[in-house]
């Protein structure tokens, strides 16, 4: 089965209201990267977590290890957060990267 | 559930080497994609196919090429590797537009160049 649970898949927030989106490990994991899809295709990294929390702007996220978590808290949305996130996690003794399937944020006026 | 396969998982090859990665998926998506990461860099696009037999540039394409036989099956080609290539490899397939979708990842091919 999936190593990666992330959801939800899609989102709608209006401006100015925040939301998180969240991924689930089933197994441990040594780290995990959050990715947002440009209008290009690529992914931006957004945060790169071997544990703790790290926080970018109206971005924060989380990662849990022992608890097999790992959360993007987005605060006062902005159109421009309109986009695709996701999560990529790193088994530990892996170099892979085992990605979730991505969450459609919409922020709406 | 969707599936994404990628091969080999690791390859190790030498400057001017000839390398060939190879991505089945089996989601019937039309959208696939190669993509390579590096430190710093996240995810950048190197190409996409949106059905067999179409190639479109991605944002680092230069050194690569890339063909669409089936729909099923999408190949990253390195004619004359060089060490600036040595990376993590995905590919992903979608079902939906380029600007916003769902993507279904392989679970990547570490390549070194020597």
């Known amino acids: 089965g999936d190593q990666v649970e992330q959801s939800p898949s899609a989102l709608s927030l209006h401006e100015g209201t925040g939301s998180a989106l969240r991924c689930n490990f089933t197994?441990?994991?040594?780290?995990v990267q959050w990715f947002r899809k440009n209008s290009r295709g690529s992914l931006i990294n957004l945060f790169y977590?071997?544990?703790g929390t790290k926080e970018n702007g109206r971005l924060k996220s989380a990662f849990d290890s022992k608890e097999r978590y790992s959360t993007l808290h987005i605060r006062d949305a902005q159109l421009e957060d309109s986009g695709t996130y996701f999560c990529a996690a790193e088994p530990s003794g892996s170099w892979q990267l085992i990605f979730g399937s991505g969450t459609q944020l919409t922020v709406m006026p | 559930e969707a599936a994404v396969t990628q091969s080999p998982r690791n390859k190790v090859t030498v400057t001017g080497g000839n390398v060939t990665l190879s991505c089945r998926q089996t989601n019937s998506h039309n959208y696939m994609y190669w993509y390579r990461q590096d430190t710093g860099h996240g995810l950048r696009l190197i190409h996409y196919?949106?059905?067999?037999?179409?190639?479109q540039i991605g944002d680092v394409p230069d050194g690569y090429k890339a063909t669409r036989t089936t729909q099923e099956d999408f190949f990253l080609l390195l004619e004359l590797a060089s060490p600036s290539q040595t990376s993590l490899y995905f590919c992903?397939?979608?079902?939906?537009?380029?600007?916003?979708?769902?993507?279904?990842f392989g679970h990547g091919t570490k390549l070194s160049v020597l």
């Open positions: 196919s949106y059905g067999a037999g179409n190639l």
């Open positions: 977590l071997a544990s």
């Open positions: 197994t441990t994991m040594r780290a």
């Open positions: 992903a397939s979608s079902d939906a537009t380029v600007s916003n979708e769902r993507l279904f």
